[in-house]
């Protein structure tokens, strides 16, 4: 039975739809005496007391006989648009009523007010939780260090401990009105449990935060991140979208959703987004160094170093955009304009950064003086912060480029074990292997941006790659219980298993993967599937394949989540295996509706397309469907797309397309013989072009001698 109508795609809905409409919002009302904002109330909130007291006016009756006396609508706990308001006569009048001193001038009176009345709310606030929170905890609050709790936040306050937080939510899911000062400890408690792995007390205090100030930029975008974890892209894009509608002017929002959508491939989406968060604010660094970011991966360096030139000039402080430019240099031959870059960028970053700078200062170095001073360069990073992921497999790369395999593998057993000691997991030695004890592994979920399994997974590769496949498996296993959740280290695992024969485990690895990833993608499941194949067990692939289908597709709403390639497997399936050419030809079909021009995908589905139509002597519609996959842009160098075209035409008689085609095999062959490299191990730029060279791009320059078709 086929999927049906539920595989098709659906267009995004644009922020002018009614589609958002649905978020459910709590407006808060407040008390006209007892409780008063804070003086760092939002603009929308002075905006609407401002309206308000113009309002109060018209029907102002004096407190007391005289010209100068304190107006009616004048609180008691004042907000600065309220004290900014009176002249210099009943700013003295205040500050007699209030026991102050009433002598000085305007900005003197003012300033003596605003401390008042600053003093009086953090009384007010703390006086009535102090008693309660002295006899629950029995001591002093752990003093935190304060964290930036986002881009459009100063600084995080100081976290409270658990039990005064639990009594602080249920406080504040009692009252109808909240300081400023109980949203900052939630929105703290939050990223803590965020941090922490527990996504879902993270996501329960979002959304009461999300419901007492719609406007705030920092709640929506790390719901819109907690979403994006869980697989769920359309409603972190409905999220964001939402978020944009409320706050035009926030600059951090249209980032995060020019982020959603780049992560996505919706590249032309992204570009016009991040051209908005520019527009809001021009001097915002992280637009800026995004899209250079982009466009340097996609090889339009001219764009990138303009946006990275024109980043530094509106924030000569932002470390980032240095650090992006340094490596925009290296790439392109200027060796010692990176230095002078990437100096400049460890003067101004944070001491955080610094090891980022040494890992950018060592590819500079490899190049210009050789592989010594880029080992002193790594070394100093990963000694500053030695849980500096991309440092450690940096160098263990460089050793395993210069042909030091056992160098290579004591640098990541280093760095593992830095790794899991700081996450808490014990270890012991097996086979001189650091591994984790199955009964000692306590609940320490990673944090959010862990790149670390990109080092297991490295390692594992260059054990593989040396023919080691013992000590290869039982790092895949060791990677399994670090990351127990991420499905895509056990499908790494399974299709290495796969790889080497070992059907029986990889099975079983194959559906563990399936059962973690859910409806989230269809890797697993097409995976699991092609093993199947493997093993001539056709029916069996096919129930995994329409089981898989069946599950994306209820979420999918329209994205790719692996469909495309799963489906196409499928068509595979029931043309060779199953011969069943009408349902293959409507998979085909359906596979390639989920995949628009530009996708890697895209090519591989035309010219299996092709060959299928050729097996049936439609020869002219196959030519068609393999022109078509050569002028995408990943299909120009399939060198099957070019022997089907060149049999396509020696059989129609066109001599003239099948000497051309038989031209560019050869050209192709050679490539293949050389794999791009020169004698150096330098890329060959004058055969690397289009997507081959962009994967160049960003890679250490080492990254050229690690010869592994897995890599």
Not at 160 to 180: C, G, K
Not at 219 to 243: K, S
Not at 525 to 552: F, P, T, W
Not at 623 to 641: A, F, P, Q, T, W
Request: contains cysteine; hydrophobic residues 35%.
């Amino acid at each position: 039975m086929l999927v049906g109508a539920s595989l098709a795609g659906c267009a995004v809905v644009p922020l002018s739809s009614g589609y958002l409409q649905g978020l459910p919002i709590r407006r808060i009302s407040l008390h006209p005496l007892p409780v008063r904002l804070p003086l760092h109330t939002s603009q929308s909130t002075r905006t609407n007391m401002e309206n308000e007291g113009d309002v109060n006016d018209l029907f102002t009756m004096p407190r007391r006989r005289g010209e100068f006396s304190v107006p009616s609508w004048f609180s008691w706990l004042p907000t600065r648009s309220e004290i900014e308001r009176l002249k210099v006569a009943q700013l003295k009048e205040a500050c007699l009523e209030r026991g102050l001193q009433n002598s000085g001038r305007k900005s003197e009176l003012q300033a003596r007010l605003i401390k008042w009345t600053s003093n009086q709310l953090k009384n007010r606030v703390f006086s009535r939780e102090v008693d309660y929170y002295k006899t629950l905890t029995g001591m002093k609050r752990k003093q935190v260090s304060n964290e930036r709790a986002g881009d459009d936040l100063d600084s995080t306050p100081n976290i409270p401990a658990e039990e005064y937080l639990s009594f602080l939510t249920r406080t504040f899911q009692r009252n109808a009105t909240h300081s400023n000062i109980q949203v900052r400890q939630l929105y703290a408690q939050a990223k803590q449990a965020d941090k922490k792995g527990d996504k879902k007390t993270a996501k329960r205090i979002l959304s009461q935060l999300l419901e007492v100030n719609p406007r705030d930029g920092r709640v929506i975008r790390r719901l819109a991140r907690l979403a994006t974890e869980e697989g769920d892209v359309n409603e972190a894009r409905r999220l964001l979208q939402w978020g944009c509608r409320k706050n035009p002017k926030n600059a951090h929002l249209w980032h995060g959703l020019a982020q959603l959508e780049l992560n996505n491939a919706q590249y032309e989406r992204a570009r016009g987004y991040f051209k908005e968060a520019i527009a809001v604010d021009p001097k915002f660094p992280n637009s800026y160094h995004a899209w250079g970011r982009f466009e340097h991966t996609r090889g339009n360096i001219r764009l990138a170093m303009t946006l990275f030139k024109r980043g530094i000039k509106l924030s000569p402080k932002n470390h980032r955009l240095y650090h992006a430019l340094g490596a925009l240099y290296r790439e392109a031959g200027m060796l010692r304009e990176s230095q002078v870059v990437i100096r400049k960028g460890m003067q101004c970053g944070p001491e955080w950064s610094y090891p980022f700078f040494c890992t950018s200062m060592a590819y500079v170095t490899y190049q210009k003086d050789g592989a010594d001073d880029a080992r002193v360069w790594l070394r100093d990073g990963v000694s500053m912060n030695a849980k500096h992921a991309q440092g450690w497999l940096a160098l263990a790369q460089l050793e395993e480029s210069e042909g030091n395999v056992q160098q290579a593998r004591n640098v990541y057993c280093e760095s593992i074990q830095h790794y899991e000691t700081g996450r808490g997991l014990f270890m012991r030695n097996i086979n001189g292997v650091p591994t984790l004890d199955a009964d000692m592994h306590t609940n320490c979920p990673k944090q959010a941006g862990d790149m670390w399994i990109a080092v297991y997974k490295s390692w594992a590769r260059m054990e593989e790659s040396t023919g080691n496949f013992d000590l290869a498996n039982d790092v895949y296993k060791r990677a399994t219980q670090v990351f127990s959740s991420d499905w895509q280290i056990l499908l790494s695992w399974a299709t290495f298993l796969s790889r080497n024969h070992e059907y029986k485990l990889a099975k079983i690895l194959f559906q563990e993967a399936c059962t973690s990833v859910g409806n989230r993608h269809a890797d697993p499941y097409r995976c699991r599937a092609e093993c199947e194949i493997l093993l001539s067990n056709y029916d069996k692939a096919r129930e995994i394949l329409h089981c898989g289908a069946v599950s994306i597709s209820t979420l999918a709403n329209g994205q790719d989540c692996g469909l495309s390639s799963l489906l196409h497997t499928w068509a595979l399936l029931e043309w060779k295996h199953m011969h069943n050419e009408v349902y293959a030809e409507n998979l085909f079909d359906r596979a390639l509706r989920l995949t628009a021009v530009g996708d890697e995908n895209r090519p591989k589905i035309l010219t299996s397309l092709a060959l299928f139509e050729y097996s049936r002597s439609n020869n002219s519609l196959a030519r068609h469907l393999v022109c078509l996959s050569i002028n995408e842009e990943y299909g120009r160098d399939n060198m099957k797309s070019w022997e089907l075209l060149a049999n396509i035409a020696e059989s129609t008689g066109d001599e003239r397309v099948a000497v051309q085609s038989q031209a560019m095999i050869d050209k192709l062959r050679r490539l293949r013989s050389s794999e791009g490299y020169d004698a150096d191990g330098e890329a060959s730029l004058q055969l690397v072009k289009g997507h081959r060279l962009r994967k160049m791009l960003c890679k250490a320059p080492w990254n050229a001698k690690l010869h592994s078709p897995y890599l």
